[in-house]
């Protein structure tokens, strides 16, 4: 420093007395001018930083389910039965207390599955609730899916969603519970002092408006206010610890996860759980997933209306003069059959993984953009969780404008067995049916055979939706789809988290968001620096929630919209009453409605269990059927495989684990390179015997850009069942190969 400054940086210095008042003084007003004035969602200055006045811990860990012989759950298809894995599923947790009130805190779990389940919640918040009595309870913990259309089914708890799983899968339910509540655990040791603080980015070409008939139904004057018919920002609350680095983050961003199609059968999180990875292995490119510490959320948003197969939908049909065309803009059919209409999606013509890969990256740069810019402002303000239960069955409520509506019973759409182009339903349905035109009198039929037919006020309650399946009166042996849903809200200072009991559209979800800013600033609660975002589909499955407009036109999210044309209303409605409860003064709970009743003792579960296994006739397990090719350098791009004599998985999920490991020579010693939650391994079985009981597993992997060249072999890790007697682990080796 120059000599010509010392005396006035000496602190005993009047000069410097005089100066360090008039700075803090200008820094105040400054401070109070920004408080004032400041509208929080267009501020495009720096980070402004704030003392540590948040206590954050976050955790990761593993939930995966049986991978194979179960249904998987997204696309209801009975034939989509997992034989293999492709990348783990797992819960990440995301705690936030405030530092001078530690016990108001909130917690977020958000977890490689396609949506959260009410029954699934209530456990998962009973052991935590055990674990840390008055920590952690029904007002503050949030659970969240990603929507992954991959990953294992048999986790919810109504029947509807139960009959391609054959029913409850307690060992997938089980995973999930176990897992999620690790992931809390291990976010609660994690738990230290932090700052928060919160930016945006926009991920253009990472989804695309699968309904834009429906979308344009919205007014004009509303559609004219965006610049694209989906929300292309993506939300991001960073992690950081005292020291100013960063821990995780939380982002916020609306795309389908259907990146893999219905005819996959490997396990997998889709594009969320793959931004996921490629985000926490850039960070620590050393750590196994799941046992990483940097934790990156990508959580979905009002993902209704999305798909992320970006490039559109076009006619499957060889030999048809249709082949190769878009689909009907109206009824996503081709020649006036919805089977061979298919989004396709930025990687189509490699493969859908490719697809998936892609959209996966799209949204890990953007939440890159935002974490490693400057274009984010601190979060600071008390912190606190609010939950109620809702019964959806003819809720009467009040528009702003004064008119008395209500919601109806939960009730299914003919739209909605039309499925969407992202994976079309059978039969001879399609989507935005005429209500005017008649139907298959067949289904006319069938539907009252399936559930009872509608009564004339359900009937008149869910118009204009013709009623396909009246689930909400179809009890038998237990409820069909959810009557009572969760609903809550997470407030961690000026940003607000919307836990949404179901599939938002776009518009859907830019007015919510919008009603309840509107709301919160109004209230007095927070000022122009609010920040609101949606989480879901969070803690129940209600489906989708469309616009009034688009509820009209019945596509599939408007047939699928369970509760009537006021869904959105009533959540808009219900959320706003919640408000004054996320003031500190106000301690009490809000009133709620009772709880969907635990039907567990009534489930059905048809999934048979693991009989027996057998290695096979002078065989042994992990012995190898089919070696690695040796004597060759391989390279950057090549797979590598090798055949196993197997056992099922079933009879170990190795939750935590890995049913394989790329094994590298490092210093004369085998280190783990890569396991089966790396993208570039695939885990397949193989029933080769039911009567004997035989298996065989085809391990496999794809050589990644950056690979160290030197020897590698793959290893398989089981567990076999005899059919009498405990279950034993056994693993198995390749041979030796090269990589150059």
Not at 286 to 296: I, L, Y
Not at 367 to 387: F, N
Not at 565 to 571: E, G, K, P, S, V
Request: glycine share 10%.
């Amino acid at each position: 420093m120059p000599p010509s400054f010392l005396h006035f940086c000496d602190p005993e210095s009047y000069l410097f007395k005089l100066v360090q008042r008039l700075m803090t003084n200008l820094l105040w007003g400054l401070t109070a001018f920004l408080a004032v004035t400041g509208d929080f969602m267009g501020y495009n200055g720096g980070v402004r930083g704030v003392g540590a006045q948040y206590l954050l811990g976050l955790g990761i860990a593993d939930i995966t389910g049986p991978v194979v012989e179960t249904n998987m759950m997204g696309y209801a298809d009975l034939d989509q039965t997992d034989t293999g894995l492709h990348m783990r599923q797992f819960s990440r947790a995301f705690i936030v207390a405030d530092s001078s009130k530690p016990a108001n805190r909130v917690v977020l779990i958000n977890s490689d599955i396609g949506m959260a389940d009410s029954v699934l919640r209530q456990k998962i918040v009973a052991q935590l609730s055990s674990q840390f009595p008055g920590v952690y309870t029904n007002q503050n913990v949030a659970f969240v899916g990603t929507h992954s259309h991959a990953g294992v089914g048999g986790f919810l708890a109504n029947l509807l969603p139960q009959v391609t799983s054959l029913g409850y899968v307690p060992q997938s339910a089980n995973a999930i519970i176990s897992g999620t509540v690790r992931a809390v655990v291990k976010a609660h040791s994690s738990i230290a002092p932090g700052r928060l603080s919160v930016g945006n980015s926009t991920v253009l070409d990472g989804n695309i408006n699968r309904s834009p008939a429906a979308y344009l139904a919205n007014p004009a004057a509303e559609r004219a206010r965006y610049q694209h018919d989906t929300d292309r920002d993506i939300s991001v609350l960073k992690f950081d610890d005292a020291s100013g680095k960063a821990r995780g983050f939380m982002s916020f961003y609306p795309v389908h996860g259907t990146s893999l199609y219905g005819n996959n059968t490997l396990v997998s999180t889709d594009n969320k759980g793959m931004a996921a990875y490629l985000y926490e292995a850039s960070i620590e490119p050393n750590a196994m997933p799941g046992n990483n510490s940097f934790v990156a959320g990508f959580v979905q948003s009002n993902v209704g209306d999305t798909s992320p197969n970006t490039l559109g939908a076009f006619c499957e049909a060889p030999g048809q003069p249709f082949d190769g065309q878009p689909c009907n803009f109206n009824t996503s059919t081709c020649g006036e059959s919805a089977a061979g209409c298919h989004g396709r999606g930025p990687g189509f013509r490699i493969s859908d993984f490719e697809s998936n890969r892609i959209i996966g990256e799209k949204q890990f740069f953007g939440a890159r953009d935002v974490m490693q810019g400057t274009r984010r402002s601190a979060v600071s303000g008390g912190v606190k969780g609010v939950h109620t239960y809702l019964n959806m069955a003819f809720h009467s409520f009040q528009l702003p404008n004064g008119t008395t509506v209500q919601t109806c019973p939960p009730a299914l759409g003919f739209s909605f067995a039309g499925g969407t182009s992202d994976w079309p339903g059978a039969f001879d349905f399609t989507q935005g049916t005429d209500t005017s035109d008649p139907r298959n009198p067949f289904w006319d039929i069938v539907k009252g055979v399936l559930t009872p037919q509608p009564n004339e006020e359900q009937r008149k309650c869910q118009e204009p939706k013709p009623v396909l399946l009246n689930t909400g009166y179809a009890k038998t042996p237990y409820d069909w789809s959810p009557g009572t849903v969760d609903i809550q809200m997470l407030k961690v200072g000026n940003f607000v988290i919307l836990v949404v009991p179901g599939e938002l559209t776009t518009m859907a979800g830019r007015r919510m968001r919008e009603a309840l800013r509107a709301e919160l600033i109004n209230s007095g609660l927070l000022g122009r620096d609010a920040y609101v975002v949606v989480a879901g589909p969070g803690n129940t499955y209600g489906h989708y929630i469309t616009t009034k407009e688009e509820y009209s036109v019945q596509r599939y999210e408007g047939a699928s919209t369970l509760y009537g044309q006021y869904t959105l209303d009533a959540y808009i409605e219900k959320f706003s009453s919640l408000i004054p409860y996320l003031s500190d003064t106000v301690p009490a709970a809000p009133p709620s409605d009772p709880a969907p009743p635990n039907q567990e003792s009534s489930y059905i579960s048809l999934q048979t269990g693991v009989a027996f296994d057998a290695a096979g006739i002078g065989r042994s397990y992990g012995a190898l059927l089919t070696d690695v090719v040796t004597g060759v350098a391989h390279r950057a791009g090549s797979t590598i495989f090798a055949v196993f004599v197997g056992a099922n998985p079933r009879n170990n999920l190795r939750l935590g684990g890995t049913f394989l490991s790329v094994e590298r020579l490092v210093n004369d010693q085998w280190q783990p390179y890569r396991s089966d939650s790396h993208p570039s391994t695939i885990y397949r079985w193989k029933r080769e015997s039911t009567i004997l009981g035989t298996s065989s597993v085809n391990i496999s992997w794809t050589i990644e850009s950056g690979t160290p060249a030197g020897s590698y072999r793959l290893a398989y890790f089981g567990d076999s069942k005899p059919l009498i007697g405990s279950i034993s682990s056994f693993s198995g080796r390749s041979s030796i190969f090269n990589v150059a």
